[in-house]
């Protein structure tokens, strides 16, 4: 597996993992990727980065 800063071509994925991963959490309000993308093109993250998985797939992605 690698870390790497992320780039532009991530925020999907970015989102989609944002939302499975609170999406059993009571106290989440589901809008946790749409402060991701706010802080995004505000140039607020001070660190984003990526795990990118070195065999056959790009993201590693949990299913129910």
Known sequence: ????????????AISE?????YEDYPFSQQ???LII????????????LVAV???T???IRRYK
């Open 31 to 33: 809008t946790e990727h």
């Open 53 to 55: 998985c070195q065999l």
């Open 1 to 12: 597996m690698k870390i790497r800063p992320q780039n532009k071509d991530d925020n999907d």
């Open 17 to 21: 993992t944002t939302i499975v991963a």
């Open 57 to 59: 797939c790009k993201y």
């Open 37 to 48: 993308d706010e802080l995004r093109k505000a140039n607020a993250l001070t660190v984003s």
